[in-house]
């Protein structure tokens, strides 16, 4: 019988604790599948941790992992896809936004129409209108920087195969976007919609700040567009000062001022200046081009995935050596 790791990255939930456990309980109680319940503490700073060794005393599924600090959701998540022993494993948050009732559609999308992911893909509009308008605005700007096709309003509430979870597991970036790994793998993918609830108890630890630096992560570890930009710019500049400075200095120089333009020192300054700016940017940009190579090399990531054949256990088939 297969087993579902269930993996909860937890941040100061310790009042989420029980009402999580006891939604997911209720639901996978009819399933015949082995379970097992992965509590990620990412580093809490009230009494997660002791209530989930509580829960783990009374419960052998249940299996806390605390972060020695807080790392992040992200951090956490990939915490617990190394943990994780089942044959699939699902991710879901603490705070019961994600509903646990769609369990067993998950599975079931899995296990019936062989998908590799199945993706939770939020249909409600009811988040602050400066988170939505932001969101909006992040993907749209993924979608034009970068190369991975991010699917709008995916959230983290997903299942993975083991295969996926294998390939995953060979990432060595450390700024990761656990979604937009997902997404670079591929593989075979459906979705599922579903309305985000409203928090159970306490508050959104997912600040401005947080949201800002993860959105400037991902342009940053998935595109050079950016930098790009700036030797483009900087082309256009240095093109359009040379004609300039030809006609300078075939007026003054060669035709003895015959147009009539009557340049001045201080025009013929700000031509060289242009030309010089417009070579320093598209050197930039040049530079981006290096980078690009030396980023993609660090990064180190498998140069390709093979699909194996789903859980036959012939290993995870990744191009890496
Ligand atoms: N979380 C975490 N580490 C953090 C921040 C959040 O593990 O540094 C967890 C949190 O406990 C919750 C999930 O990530 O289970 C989603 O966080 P939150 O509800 O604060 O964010 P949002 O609902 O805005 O995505
Ligand atoms: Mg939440």
């Known amino acids: 019988m297969a087993e579902i790791s269930i993996i909860i990255p937890m941040y100061n939930e310790s009042r989420n604790i029980h009402p999580i456990y006891d939604a997911i309980n209720k639901v996978i109680k009819p399933l015949k599948h082995k379970f097992e319940i992965i509590f990620i503490d990412d580093g809490s700073h009230d009494s997660t941790i002791e209530n989930l060794d509580k829960l783990a005393d009374k419960d052998s599924r249940v299996k806390p992992i605390q972060l020695a600090r807080n790392f992040g959701k992200e951090i956490a998540l990939t915490a617990g896809l190394h943990h994780a022993k089942g044959d699939a494993a699902i991710m879901i948050d603490a705070d019961l936004q994600h509903p646990p009732e769609l369990i067993p559609k998950f599975i079931k999308k899995w296990e019936d129409e062989g998908a590799d992911l199945v993706i939770g893909v939020r249909t409600d509009t009811k988040t602050t209108p400066l988170k939505r308008l932001t969101s909006g605005t992040f993907y749209k700007m993924v979608g034009v920087l970068t190369e991975t096709d991010l699917v709008p309003h995916a959230t983290d509430y997903r299942l993975v195969d083991r295969q996926v979870i294998d390939a995953f597991n060979q990432f060595t970036e450390r700024?990761?976007?656990?979604?937009?790994?997902?997404?670079?793998?591929?593989?075979?993918?459906?979705?599922?919609?579903?309305?985000?609830?409203?928090?159970?108890?306490?508050?959104?630890?997912?600040?401005?700040?947080?949201?800002f630096h993860l959105a400037?992560?991902?342009?940053?570890?998935?595109?050079?567009?950016?930098?790009?930009?700036?030797?483009?710019?900087?082309?256009?500049?240095?093109?359009?000062?040379?004609?300039?400075?030809?006609?300078?200095?075939?007026?003054?120089?060669?035709?003895?001022?015959?147009?009539?333009?009557?340049?001045?020192?201080?025009?013929?300054?700000?031509?060289?200046?242009?030309?010089?700016?417009?070579?320093?940017?598209?050197?930039?940009?040049?530079?981006?081009?290096?980078?690009?190579?030396?980023?993609?090399?660090?990064?180190n990531r498998p140069l390709y995935v093979v699909?194996?054949?789903?859980?036959?256990?012939n290993g995870n088939g990744n191009g890496k050596h």
């Open 175 to 211: 700024n990761r976007i656990t979604r937009g790994l997902f997404d670079w793998l591929g593989f075979q993918r459906t979705f599922i919609y579903f309305k985000a609830r409203e928090r159970k108890f306490g508050k959104a630890t997912y600040s401005f700040k947080k949201l």
């Open 307 to 313: 699909r194996p054949e789903r859980r036959n256990g």
């Open 216 to 299: 400037m992560n991902s342009f940053i570890g998935h595109s050079l567009v950016p930098l790009k930009m700036a030797g483009y710019i900087g082309t256009i500049i240095m093109l359009t000062s040379v004609p300039l400075g030809v006609l300078i200095f075939l007026d003054r120089y060669l035709l003895k001022d015959q147009f009539g333009f009557h340049f001045s020192g201080s025009a013929i300054l700000a031509v060289i200046n242009l030309f010089l700016s417009g070579v320093t940017l598209s050197c930039i940009g040049m530079m981006s081009l290096y980078l690009g190579n030396v980023n993609k090399e660090v990064t």
